[in-house]
């Protein structure tokens, strides 16, 4: 008989071992988990946050860029085809090819951190098992998710394993040391909330 793995056993029977922060469009989520990774540099980090992509002041769409400098565009008003989130056209394919290099297995992989789970990325199957299987790790996941949608936005919400922080306009000063730390118990030998 195999002894079994004691250190995924209290892994696993940790209340909280993923952070994920919500919040309306534009109240600062992007900022703030940025902020959090920034903090964690030192250890070892991979992921991807988002960001606008404006011309004349106009919102455009969506790039994605990794912790390591990669870059690609999630959505633009001018992507036609059947995967859209409002005006915009998502490019599933070419975020498929982004997770590819990023969020992998990496040795010394501590943190993974990603900035959002969202509608738009929610069409790629891969995405989604991506982030059921970060959740389900040993890493520390810390990801943005939208306020409202149904499937895996949802369901990562009321998963028993997830500390769910919302960010308002109000409480935007103060969750940051919050977060940081939840965070700093987590990543501790031995700690757990």
């Known amino acids: ?3 079994p793995d004691t250190s995924m056993v209290i892994r696993k029977g940790r209340r909280v071992q993923n952070i994920l922060i919500t919040g309306i469009p534009g109240v600062g989520k992007t900022t703030l988990i940025t902020r959090v990774a920034r903090k964690l540099s030192r250890h070892g980090l991979d992921g991807f946050f988002t960001e606008e992509i404006r011309e004349g002041g106009v919102r455009k769409g969506f790039k ?17 085809g059947k995967k859209r989130v409002g005006k915009y056209g998502v490019d599933v394919v070419g975020l498929e090819t982004m997770l590819d290099s990023v969020l992998l297995d990496n040795v ?8 959002e789970i969202g509608k738009m990325e929610c069409f790629s199957p891969v995405f989604r098992q991506r982030v059921l299987k970060l959740l389900d790790s040993d ?19 009321v998963r028993k394993d997830v500390k769910l922080f919302q960010l308002t306009r109000e409480n935007r000063d103060g969750i ?4 940081m730390g939840e965070v700093e118990k987590l990543l501790t030998p031995g700690g757990s909330s």
């Open 139 to 157: 890493i520390l996941f810390i990801a943005t998710v939208a306020l409202k949608g149904s499937g895996l936005i949802s369901e990562v919400k």
């Open 108 to 115: 010394g992989l501590e943190v993974a951190v990603v900035d």
């Open 176 to 179: 940051f040391d919050e977060i």
């Open 64 to 80: 994605i860029i990794s912790f390591d400098g990669k870059k690609m565009v999630l959505s633009h008003v001018d992507f036609r």
């Open 1 to 3: 008989a195999t002894v």
